[in-house]
T-cell receptor, first 113, second 116 residues
Framework: QKEVEQDPGPLSVPEGAIVSLNCTYS??????FMWYRQYSRKGPELLMYTYSSGNKEDGRFTAQVDKSSKYISLFIRDSQPSDSATYLC?????????????FGQGTILTVHP | NAGVTQTPKFQVLKTGQSMTLQCAQD?????MYWYRQDPGMGLRLIYY???????DKGEVPNGYNVSRLNKREFSLRLESAAPSQTSVYFC???????????????FGPGTRLTVT
């Protein structure tokens, strides 16, 4: 079993929809959760991160962690065509000082006008 | 600041040929990483360097070697390329993250490698 699992999609939604992207993980040592966004033919870039359980909001994006069920979610409100990208969840291995990440497979999202 | 730069952007090799992928960062980061990305597999860590002078294997190191040339540069070498190494290769760098610090990695634009 991979340490981080994501549904690869692809996911296609109309502009303005609420998007829910999800990851499950198996390593209970993960304490810190990151979402990266990758546009086509580009390198990934950090979108947002959150510690432990609970929600974190940043504009139209909300990251949610449920440690009891080992489930991570990213919600996008009022989705825009510019949100079309691959979204990767990436918990760092807990306890390391240099930030070694474990990436999910990524979910491909298309927002059509 | 250029951030993380990678050369070349594209490369086609024949089976058995060798090549070195170059990576450099100008953010004074201590840690550097090499990943490969294949459809449906996400990003998989090949090798990493926690600090200058150290390198360690990641998830998929077979067929690769690395050199941390100095704090700025981290190269990836394929000694005898195989079709299974056809992939997109990304280099990344990050600060040493202490407790409560950021684990953010900054990625280069990638090298698209095809081995025939």
């Amino acid at each position: 079993q991979k340490e981080v699992e994501q549904d690869p999609g692809p996911l296609s939604v109309p502009e303005g929809a609420i998007v829910s992207l999800n990851c499950t993980y198996s390593n209970s040592a993960f304490q810190y959760f990151m979402w990266y966004r990758q546009y086509s033919r580009k390198g990934p870039e950090l979108l947002m991160y959150t510690y432990s359980s609970g929600n974190k909001e940043d504009g139209r994006f909300t990251a949610q962690v449920d440690k009891s069920s080992k489930y991570i979610s990213l919600f996008i409100r009022d989705s825009q065509p510019s949100d079309s990208a691959t979204y990767l969840c990436a918990p760092p291995v807990g306890g390391t000082s240099y930030g070694k990440l474990t990436f999910g497979q990524g979910t491909i999202l298309t927002v059509h006008p | 600041n250029a951030g993380v730069t990678q050369t070349p952007k594209f490369q086609v090799l024949k089976t058995g040929q060798s090549m070195t992928l170059q990576c450099a960062q100008d953010m004074n980061h201590n840690s550097m990483y090499w990943y490969r990305q294949d459809p449906g597999m996400g990003l998989r860590l090949i090798y990493y360097s926690a600090s200058e002078g150290t390198t360690d294997k990641g998830e998929v190191p077979n067929g690769y070697n690395v050199s941390r040339l100095n704090k700025r540069e981290f190269s990836l070498r394929l000694e005898s390329a195989a079709p299974s190494q056809t992939s997109v290769y990304f280099c990344a760098s990050s600060e040493v993250a202490g407790v409560g610090g950021s684990y953010e990695q900054y990625f280069g634009p990638g090298t698209r490698l095809t081995v025939t």
